[in-house]
């Protein structure tokens, strides 16, 4: 199950995804006025996350597929109404992961695969949707309206995202100040510090 804002999705063992709660940007992924629960177009789903106003979906096949509210691009293309329709994200392929914070997602993919220690392998992590508070970690407020590498998660262009290598420290909400560490072998740029743990 996943809890949004005002509404909740439920994956079924068969693979689909049933919703119930508010409609009010499409997050339900279908007409309030249908007699099914169903998400429509989503079959062979394996995981299931939950935005405020929007869902994610991830299929057996690690494609990632998205609706409801798009204000910030989370749904994808530029900002404007959602859609109740479920829709592929472009871009992602062997996804492992899926997460949604309020208007933006996250996924990690198999491509790119590192070897994280320990039999844990992790992929390239991907963020789009609202940045305003620097949920991709990249020291902006830009807002994404496609899939873009987390930046501040890799040590270099071929990989990044390792699972658990990485405590994050960053300023959240709106107020003045900077975030500082004078931990050594922390990596601070003012709105996010970062460091490689075992």
Not at 3 to 30: I, M, P, T
């Amino acid at each position: 199950i996943a809890a949004g804002d005002e509404f909740s999705l439920a994956l079924r063992s068969d693979g689909s995804v049933w919703s119930w709660g508010s409609n009010s940007h499409n997050e339900l992924g279908r007409s309030t006025s249908s007699p099914s629960k169903r998400v429509g177009g989503l079959d062979n789903v394996l995981d299931i996350a939950a935005g405020a106003r929007f869902g994610v979906a991830r299929k057996a096949d690690g494609t990632v597929w998205v609706w409801g509210d798009n204000e910030f691009g989370q749904v994808g293309g530029l900002p404007g109404l959602g859609t109740a329709a479920a829709k592929q994200v472009p871009g992602l392929s062997n996804v492992l992961a899926i997460s949604a914070g309020s208007a933006h997602a996250l996924s990690m993919s198999s491509d790119e695969a590192c070897n994280a220690g320990n039999g844990q392998t992790g992929g390239r992590l991907m963020a789009w949707g609202n940045n305003l508070y620097g949920s991709r970690g990249d020291g902006t407020a830009v807002n994404w309206l496609r899939p873009t590498p987390v930046v501040a998660l890799g040590d270099d262009t071929t990989c990044s995202g390792l699972i658990g290598h990485r405590v994050i420290i960053y300023k959240a909400g709106i107020g003045d100040g900077t975030v500082e560490s004078n931990l050594p072998g922390m990596v601070c740029s003012g709105l996010i510090c970062w460091q490689t743990v075992p």
